[in-house]
């Protein structure tokens, strides 16, 4: 596997990240004092931003990153918060639905969605506006004019979307990602050209995070265990908030007769659902295996982006005989029945509840169980019984699963092949409040020609180790003088049996590293390159540690 792996350089000098501010504010200072005459900008931002803020989109920013930090744990574990509780499991653990749009996996994506909120909230936000934009209208007249009463509205309707998104996100989500695309569903309806622009100022605004985080990086080849990246992109929640911002953003524009220009919007919205990977629509088909149907996924997002263009800025003729229904009205009508098909084909899955019966040498942690087994019925995805185009919902899984069904958790937190890769792996468990960690490390021998031979043990938080599994014995395809070797896990070690003519003859523990051990006429070697075996004159390795 000839990756990149990344180690990072000397980000503790300062001089660094001052040198990328300092680069930053000279470009915009020409920018703004050769495209600013007579403060045009700062006018436009004031004529709909009070002091010329997005305060609304701040006070977002302020809550998703606090929630990050202190709820999760964050400002402990930067890089390690605290995941499996605050995911939208189910119905029945009505904590998760509620938290899960505003909690993260990682400080990777907390930081993505915080940049595609800056991004494109905004926007979001200039279209709304802090002041009343209808003709005649005055600021403080009402209620609804008050420009303290509008930046509240915003955050207050951010929370309501992302409430949206946990209830009828397909699956254990989690992540602002629903939000944001709402936040750019609701700007690509309003300012078409705008959220293009802003679509590649996020990857400026990336880059500038990483040259400040990690201004130095040394690369060197590698091997790396990879999952298909868009195995890891929610298609369906990142699809149901964008339609959600079209929705409202689309009901702003006809209120205030502000429909931006058919061919502008359709390219924007091209644009950008293909550059945010809605086209993506896969299926999990267990075991790390998954299937990517891009063909299909094309096409649906060029029929999204001219059922948007429709909706929002088709014609209001009559074009059903005497009915005067117009085509932007059957549009939008489509694409709130696209909108509640989507939303609903996540009430069925979020019914799940599972079970931690069957589950043997396992650690507890409070209301949690931990696990290693191979092979076993994948409770959360099994539990709705699908079967389409050649793909089921009843699939096996294997690795470290966590279970709770108290929340009704079934996850597999590391997969047999990604533990068989790095060797060790850490479950964090936890709730509001408190949070446990478990180690699990598998230990093993490659068979040569053949399959590994392994044992896995837990570390419970509390507790001494205790094994979870071991493989069954495998034989090593080279045969030394006739003879077959088998590799067996023992309670304490692995073994070697030398087997000749279908019965054993000697066997012996693998031996330290710069020993020589005999059985059964051959003699063991072990070295920093694995275990060999000698016999008049010949040599053959036969096995290798794994993770060496």
């Known amino acids: 596997m000839g990756v990149l792996q990344f180690t990072v350089g000397p980000s503790w000098l300062p ?55 202190f709820l999760q744990g964050g400002l402990a574990h930067p890089r390690n918060p605290l995941v499996v509780p605050f995911r939208a499991w189910s119905y029945f653990y009505p904590l998760g639905v509620l938290t899960a749009p505003f909690t993260h996996a990682g400080l990777g994506h907390v930081t993505g969605n915080l940049l595609g909120t800056l991004a494109f909230a905004p ?4 279209a709304w506006s ?49 939000v944001v695309f709402a936040f750019a569903g609701f700007a690509l309806v309003s300012y078409p050209i705008a959220t293009v622009v802003a679509l590649s100022g996020m990857e400026v605004l990336n880059l500038l995070y990483q040259a400040a985080l990690n201004p130095v990086q040394i690369a060197q080849s590698g091997p790396q265990f990879i999952t298909p990246w868009w195995a890891q992109v929610a298609v369906q929640g990142h699809a149901l908030g964008l339609l959600l911002g079209v929705l409202l953003g689309g009901y702003v524009a006809y209120r205030h007769d502000r429909r931006p220009p058919a061919g502008r919007l359709w390219l924007a919205s091209v644009v950008f659902v293909v550059a945010q990977s809605l086209w993506a629509v896969y299926w999990f088909r267990g075991g790390g295996r998954y299937v990517l149907f891009r063909a299909a996924g094309v096409f649906l997002v060029f029929l999204l982006a001219a059922l948007i263009t429709a909706a929002v800025s088709g014609s209001s003729k009559r074009i059903l005989g005497r009915f005067r229904l117009g085509s932007s009205v059957v549009a939008a009508g489509l ?7 989507l939303a609903g084909a996540a009430v069925l899955p979020n019914l799940v509840f599972v079970s931690a019966d069957p589950f043997d040498n396992s650690v507890q942690v409070e209301d949690y169980t931990v696990t290693y087994a191979e092979d076993v019925e994948d409770q959360y995805v099994s539990a709705v019984d699908v079967s389409l185009f050649g793909e089921t919902t009843e699939i096996n899984t294997s690795g470290v ?28 468990v936890g709730g509001p409040g408190w949070r446990e960690t478990v180690v699990v490390n598998r230990s093993g021998w490659q068979a040569a020609g053949n399959s590994s031979v392994y044992k896995v043990f837990l570390n419970p938080p509390d507790g001494d180790r205790r094994l979870a599994f071991q493989s069954d014995a495998t034989t090593v395809e080279p045969r030394i003088a006739g003879r077959r070797v088998l590799i067996g896990p ?13 019965q054993s003859i000697g066997s012996v523990g693998v031996p330290a590293t710069g020993e020589n051990v005999s059985a059964g006429g051959l003699r063991f070697n072990r070295t920093e390159e694995g275990v060999f075996v000698e016999r008049n004159g010949t040599r053959v390795r036969i096995a290798q540690r794994e993770n060496a």
């Open 335 to 341: 694409l709130l029945s696209v909108t509640v098909a």
């Open 130 to 178: 802090h002041f009343p934009t209808t003709r005649g209208s005055q600021s403080f007249s009402t209620w609804r004019a008050n420009p303290f009463v509008r930046i509240l509205l915003f955050p207050i309707g951010v929370f309501a979307v992302g409430v949206l998104t946990g209830v009828f996100a397909l699956g254990p989500v989690i992540g602002f990602s629903g």
């Open 15 to 69: 001089v660094w990240p001052m040198l990328v501010l300092a680069g930053v504010l000279l470009s915009l200072g020409i920018a703004l004092r050769i495209a600013r005459p007579q403060g045009a900008w700062g006018r436009r931002l004031r004529a709909r931003f009070f002091l010329g803020i997005p305060w609304g989109t701040l006070l977002t920013v302020v809550g998703v990153a606090a929630v990050y930090l």
């Open 123 to 126: 926007i979001a936000e200039y």
């Open 490 to 502: 023992t309670e304490s070690s692995f073994r070697f049996t030398v087997i000749d003519e279908n």
């Open 401 to 428: 699963i966590v279970v709770s069904e108290r929340r009704s958790v079934f996850q597999t937190m590391v997969s047999k092949n990604r533990l068989a890769f790095q060797g060790r792996a850490t479950v964090v």
